[in-house]
C-alpha cells in the first residue's frame, strides 16, 4: 500500500492506530505454499499469537491456513472466526491438565510438551490423539555451527527423554498423531533447520500411527537493510525431497505443517503515531511521538529494529533523530535514524508492526490501546475501536466506602 493511503488513515481514524495490508498477508501465504508446492500434504497453521484480531484469522481462513493456538482463549477466538476444530492445534506450555482437557472438549488437536502432563492426560483419555512436542537441542552456533544447546529450555519433551515418553505412551496406550517442534529464533539458518529436522524424523520412527510432522516456525523477516531472512524457497526444496523420502521409508504420506506467526504477518503491518514534541538537548535531538512502549514493546523488550519514516515530509531534509514515547520510563523506539524533517504533528510510520506488537500492548501509564485498521483490496475497514475510559476501570471494583478522603494534605505547614 502506498505512503498516502497510510497517512489518511492515520487523519481518518486518528493516531495512534495499527494498519495491516492484507495483501502482503496474502503473497507471504502463497510464497510459503509455493516453496512446499511439491510436498502431497503440506499444512500452514498461521500462529495466532503473532496478531490475534478476529478479522486477521478469518482472512487466514479464507486462505486455507489452519491455526496455532497457545492458550484455550486464543482456541475460542480461532473457533469465532470460523476455524473448524480440526484445523486448530494447541501448543500451550505450563499450562493445567484442566485447560488442556477443556481445549480437547472443544476438539481441537492437542499437542503436549511435557511428560507430567502427558502421562495424566494419556491415563484419563487413551483415545484422544495427541500430538508431542520434542526438544531436539539444536541451535545455530556462530558461522552457521550447529551446536547441541539450550539443555535448559523450558520448551519441548528433551530427545533424551524418548526412552521415558515410549513408555508412558505403552503404559497408557494412547495414540500419538503427530512429532512437533518449534525452536523459536535458535534456528537462523536452512542446514541446522534441515539437522533439527532428522532428530524429528528419528523420533517419528518410533510412533506408528502418526498423521503428521510439525516443524513448528522461527521463520525470520528482514526488519531492516541488510538483516538474514529465511530462504524459504531453499528450505522447501531441500526439506521437500527430505521429507517425501521418510514418508517412503515410513509407509504412509504424512502432513507436513508449519505454524508461521512472523512470516506472515510482520511486514503487513505498520503503526502510525503522531509526534508530539521535538525536544532538542545538547546532544540530541528527540521526537516524542503519542505512543510507547505500552503499545509497540519489542524495541524495549528485545532490543527489535523497526524501520521508521515521516509520513508527512518525504521529501523534507533527513536529519537524526531519537524516536521516543510518552511513557514515564525510558521507552525509545530508535536512537539516532536517519529520517526527513519531523515538525510536531506529523506522523511517524514503523514498520514490520503486523507481528508481536498490538498483541503485546497494555495500558501502562493508564493509556488507552489504539485502533487497528485493515487495508482490503483498496479499502480501509477498522477492525478494532481505540478504547476509551470504560476500558481502563472496566473491571476494576470501586470501593469508595473503605477509605475517607483526608482533607490533610502532606504538605509542609
Ligand atoms: C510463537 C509460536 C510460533 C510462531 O513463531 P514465529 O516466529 O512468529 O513464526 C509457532 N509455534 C509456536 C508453538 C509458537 O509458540
Given at each position: 500500500m502506498k505512503h498516502s493511503d497510510l497517512l489518511k488513515i492515520a487523519q481518518n481514524y486518528g493516531a495512534p492506530v495499527y494498519?495491516?495490508?492484507?495483501?502482503?498477508?496474502?503473497?507471504?501465504?502463497?510464497?510459503?505454499?509455493?516453496?512446499?508446492?511439491?510436498?502431497?500434504?503440506?499444512?500452514?497453521?498461521?500462529?495466532?499469537?503473532?496478531?490475534?484480531?478476529?478479522?486477521?484469522?478469518?482472512?487466514?481462513?479464507?486462505?486455507?491456513?489452519?491455526?496455532?493456538?497457545?492458550?484455550?482463549?486464543?482456541?475460542?477466538?480461532?473457533?469465532?472466526?470460523g476455524f473448524r476444530p480440526q484445523d486448530i492445534i494447541y501448543t500451550p506450555n505450563g499450562v493445567s491438565l484442566e485447560e488442556i482437557e477443556k481445549a480437547s472438549e472443544l476438539g481441537v488437536q492437542i499437542n503436549i510438551d511435557n511428560l507430567s502432563i502427558l502421562e495424566q492426560f494419556g491415563a484419563k483419555h487413551p483415545k484422544v490423539p495427541v500430538c508431542i512436542r520434542i526438544n531436539p537441542h539444536v541451535m545455530a552456533g556462530g558461522n552457521s555451527n550447529i551446536s547441541v544447546g539450550h539443555i535448559d529450555s523450558k520448551f519441548g519433551i528433551s530427545i533424551h527423554q524418548i526412552p521415558h515418553l515410549l513408555r508412558i505412551v505403552e503404559l497408557t496406550k494412547m495414540n500419538i498423531n503427530g512429532i512437533h517442534m518449534h525452536t523459536g529464533s535458535d534456528i537462523l539458518d536452512i542446514d541446522v533447520f534441515l539437522y533439527a529436522s532428522e532428530i524429528l524424523f528419528d523420533t517419528a520412527k518410533h510412533f506408528k500411527e502418526l498423521e503428521f510432522i510439525d516443524f513448528g516456525s522461527g521463520f525470520k523477516v528482514p526488519y531492516k537493510e541488510g538483516d538474514i531472512q529465511t530462504n524459504v524457497e531453499e528450505l522447501g526444496q531441500k526439506l521437500t525431497?527430505?521429507?517425501?523420502?521418510?514418508?517412503?521409508?515410513?509407509?504412509?504420506?504424512?502432513?507436513l505443517a508449519f505454524e508461521p506467526g512472523k512470516f506472515l504477518v510482520s511486514e503487513a503491518g505498520f503503526f502510525l503515531a503522531k509526534v508530539n514534541v521535538v525536544k532538542q538537548t545538547t546532544s540530541t535531538v528527540f521526537a516524542s511521538v503519542d505512543s510507547g512502549f505500552n503499545h509497540l514493546i519489542r524495541p524495549m523488550l528485545y532490543?527489535?529494529?523497526?524501520?521508521?519514516?515521516?509520513?508527512?515530509?518525504?521529501?523534507?531534509?533527513?536529519?537524526?533523530?531519537?524516536?521516543?514515547?510518552?511513557?514515564?520510563?525510558?521507552?525509545?523506539?530508535?536512537?539516532?535514524?536517519?529520517?526527513?524533517?519531523?515538525?510536531?504533528?506529523?506522523?511517524?510510520?514503523?514498520?514490520?508492526?503486523?507481528?508481536?506488537?498490538?498483541?503485546?500492548?497494555?495500558?501502562?501509564?493508564?493509556?488507552?490501546?489504539?485502533?487497528?485498521?485493515?487495508?482490503?483490496?483498496?479499502?480501509?475497514?477498522?477492525?478494532?475501536e481505540r478504547e476509551t475510559f470504560d476500558d481502563i476501570i472496566r473491571n476494576q471494583v470501586d470501593q469508595p466506602a473503605l477509605f475517607v478522603p483526608s482533607l490533610e494534605k502532606s504538605v509542609a505547614k
Open positions: 494498519v495491516y495490508d492484507s495483501e502482503k498477508i496474502i503473497s507471504q501465504f502463497d510464497r510459503l505454499t509455493k516453496a512446499f508446492g511439491n510436498v502431497p500434504k503440506l499444512k500452514l497453521n498461521y500462529a495466532a499469537k503473532a496478531l490475534s484480531n478476529l478479522a486477521i484469522l478469518r482472512l487466514m481462513n479464507s486462505l486455507g491456513s489452519g491455526l496455532d493456538t497457545v492458550s484455550i482463549q486464543e482456541v475460542k477466538l480461532g473457533l469465532l472466526a525431497g527430505r521429507f517425501n523420502d521418510f514418508c517412503k521409508e515410513y509407509g504412509k504420506d504424512l502432513t532490543g527489535a529494529n523497526h524501520h521508521i519514516i515521516n509520513l508527512s515530509n518525504p521529501e523534507g531534509r533527513e536529519r537524526y533523530y531519537s524516536v521516543v514515547g510518552y511513557i514515564c520510563e525510558t521507552d525509545t523506539f530508535g536512537n539516532n535514524r536517519r529520517i526527513n524533517e519531523i515538525s510536531e504533528g506529523d506522523i511517524l510510520c514503523f514498520h514490520n508492526a503486523g507481528a508481536y506488537c498490538f498483541t503485546m500492548a497494555s495500558n501502562y501509564n493508564s493509556r488507552y490501546r489504539p485502533a487497528e485498521v485493515l487495508w482490503h483490496e483498496g479499502k480501509s475497514h477498522l477492525i478494532r
